[in-house]
């Protein structure tokens, strides 16, 4: 069974930091792209990054390129998200997922398409 449990959320003060993970288990990562979203109140799903070791491939959407990082520990099966100079709009639940790479940067989000992780709650203050 596929699973994708993520940590580290929390409440940050506008200019903070924070770093999320996600353990990963019932796949291998050479097998899917891994990745985070995130989802703000009243507004769609939206990629962000992801890490496809089997090309090679790393991504980061350019609203946060600036801010944030991804990296993995694959022999740990972690993925971590970590989140730079934070502002109050980065609020939202962030969601670890698997599938394929266009999963990642498609719009709107195909859900079907990929595994999810339940969420891990981020709300930044002013």
């Known amino acids: 069974e596929i699973q994708l449990v993520e940590s580290g959320g929390g409440l940050v003060q506008a200019g903070g930091s924070l770093r999320l993970s996600c353990a990963v288990s019932?796949?291998?990562?050479?097998?899917?792209?891994i990745g985070w979203f995130r989802q703000a109140p009243g507004k769609e799903r939206e990629g962000l990054s992801y890490?496809?070791?089997?090309?090679?491939?790393?991504w980061l959407a350019d609203s946060v390129k600036d801010r944030f990082t991804m990296s993995s520990d694959n022999a740990k099966n972690l993925v971590y998200l970590q989140m730079n100079s934070v502002k109050p709009e980065d609020t939202a639940i962030y969601y670890c997922?698997?599938?394929?790479?266009?999963?990642?940067?498609?719009?709107?989000?195909?859900?079907?398409?990929?595994?999810w992780g339940r969420g891990t709650q981020v709300t930044v203050s002013s």
């Open positions: 997922a698997a599938g394929g790479s266009k999963l990642f940067t498609t719009s709107p989000v195909v859900i079907g398409a990929g595994r």
């Open positions: 019932g796949l291998r990562f050479n097998d899917f792209a």
């Open positions: 890490i496809s070791t089997s090309v090679g491939s790393a």
